[in-house]
Structures are given as structure tokens and as C-alpha cells.
């Protein structure tokens, strides 16, 4: 996963050689989650199932092998042992490149023990940063609000809500300060200007 840019001097120096130690050394190549193999195409039903090639079986979302599941390819009407099974059982299948990515597991950049760096796949690293993710995004939404506030007043949607009327902004150069060329018709009648 890409490193934020305030985020890369957390990071050590030599975190790329850290990060294949435990990608390649330790894992082997593999998603410590659901032992997706780095690098392959795979096969998956976007629940977690995905079809193990080099076993020939499908597998969970935490890497154990399940049996109720028809191979690839196969006639959704006969099962593994030629069981007549339902349309319901032979869901779209979708193919997707695994890259393993190092995950801090404490979501600390600083803390780069072996015990708290594992190697996850995308999915699996999507799983693990989702109550991290949703941290950040209310986190980057206040600092978005803030700056608007600054800079713009209060936001439209305070005025809605209290039912007063929607006051009138001047659009705002790059820099954030109004020009009179480009302020509304409400600001010019009230600045005539140089006589």
C-alpha cells in the first residue's frame, strides 16, 4: 500500500528490505490471512472464497480448505462428488492480482517489531485498516471543514439547518483571498471601486 506523504518519516530508512523480509522470509510469499499467493492471478467469488490452484480446492477468507463449492469452469448443477446442488451455490467469479503489502498491526509506522508486522494481501489489509481508514476519513473531513471555515465562513449546510438564509460567497482565488473581478453582484454594489 502506498506510504502517505506525512506519514513516510515515521517509516525507517531501510523499511523496503524490512518489508520483503517479512513479505518473502517469513511468509513465504503468502498471505498470512487467507494464504493467497503473492504475484498470481487468482480466482475469487469477492466474499473472501477464493479457488487454491496448487491444491485444487477452494478457500475461506482465512486460508482453510471448503468442500461444498464446485470448482471453476465446472456445471453449477453437479457438485464436487456429482451432488445436485443449486444456481445459488455457482456465484460470478472474478480474478484479481494479489500483491502482499506489510501491515503494522497496532497501525503504529514506528513500531516495526517482527510481532507486529504482518504480511496481508489487499484484501485482508483493507480488512485489518477498516477502523483505521474510517479514523483518518473523519479525521481528513474535520480538517476539510476547518479550512472552510477559516477561509469560507460557515459551512451551507449549518445555515439549512437553523433555517436562516444562505449567505452569498465570493468566489476565492488559489491563494484563498476574494477578488473584485471575481466577487458576486452583491459584493460589487457594495465596493464602487476606485472614483
Known amino acids: 500500500m502506498p506510504i502517505r506523504r506525512e506519514h513516510r518519516r515515521l517509516y525507517p530508512f531501510d523499511w523496503k528490505q524490512l518489508s520483503a523480509t517479512v513479505r518473502f522470509g517469513r511468509a513465504g510469499g503468502r498471505c498470512e490471512c487467507c494464504r493467497r499467493p503473492h504475484g498470481r492471478t487468482v480466482r475469487h467469488l469477492g466474499d473472501g472464497r477464493w479457488w487454491d490452484e496448487d491444491n485444487g480446492t477452494w478457500r475461506n477468507g482465512r486460508g482453510r480448505a471448503l468442500r461444498s463449492l464446485c470448482p471453476p469452469g465446472a456445471s453449477p448443477e453437479t457438485g464436487l462428488a456429482g ?33 507486529n508486522l504482518r504480511a496481508f494481501c489487499q484484501r485482508c489489509h483493507m480488512l485489518h485498516d477498516r477502523d483505521e481508514h474510517r479514523r483518518r476519513r473523519q479525521e481528513t473531513l474535520r480538517r476539510r471543514k476547518a479550512l472552510g471555515d477559516l477561509f469560507l465562513g460557515p459551512y451551507p449546510i449549518a445555515h439549512e439547518a437553523s433555517g436562516r438564509p444562505r449567505p452569498r460567497r465570493a468566489p476565492v482565488t488559489s491563494r484563498g483571498r476574494r477578488t473584485r473581478d471575481e466577487a458576486g453582484p452583491a459584493e460589487s454594489a457594495r465596493d464602487p471601486g476606485p472614483a
Not at 85 to 109: I, Q
Open 83 to 115: 451432488q445436485a446442488v443449486g444456481r445459488a451455490s455457482a456465484p460470478a467469479v472474478r480474478e484479481t492480482r494479489v500483491a502482499l503489502a506489510t501491515a503494522h498491526l497496532d497501525h503504529d509506522p514506528t513500531n516495526n517489531r517482527a510481532a
